[in-house]
């Protein structure tokens, strides 16, 4: 399976836009669908198609707890 986009955006991202994610990340008063939003403007990505990769039950819902350690895992292979 290829790489997904936040994957590809995390590979190319600077030191300053890899903090920006971190403090997006452990900020505690968002919920995870603006976490991502941020995140994705940060990386310089489309929202939308982030929201596709991320981890989803059946009806559409995002899983917060997957989606924080998918992007926790990318975070700590480029910190």
């Not at 836009?17 to 995870?32: E, F, P, S, T």
């Amino acid at each position: 399976m290829g790489k997904t986009l936040l994957e590809k955006a995390f590979e190319q991202a600077s030191v300053t836009q890899i903090d920006a994610c971190w403090a997006v990340l452990k900020y505690k008063n968002i919920g995870i669908l603006r976490k991502v939003r941020c995140i994705s403007f940060i990386l310089g990505v489309d929202y939308n198609e982030v929201l596709n990769e991320v981890p989803t039950s059946g009806d559409g819902r995002i899983y917060d707890k997957a989606t924080r350690n998918l992007i926790h895992n990318e975070l700590i292979k480029y910190s």
